[in-house]
């Protein structure tokens, strides 16, 4: 896990790092009995391919409830 965001109650979503992957699981969104994992993709439509030690950045915002990924790979 490499960033998470806090809701009133619990969390509203985690982000991960795993095998060049970057992807975030939402507890909030679909089935309510399980969690919804979301693939960033770069303004290209691309998943990410990133090797460990690559730098990257990203920004997470909620907004009246909604929340919006903004990645930078």
């Not at 693939?39 to 997470?60: M, P, R, V, W």
């Amino acid at each position: 896990m490499i960033g998470q965001i806090h809701g009133p109650d619990d969390e509203l979503c985690r982000l991960y790092f795993d095998n060049g992957k970057v992807f975030y699981v939402n507890d909030k969104s679909g089935d309510s009995m399980k969690e919804t994992t979301f693939e960033l993709k770069d303004n290209a439509g691309k998943t990410s391919n990133i090797l460990l030690g690559d730098d990257f950045t990203y920004s997470i915002s909620v907004k009246a409830g909604y929340l919006r990924d903004y990645p930078e790979i």
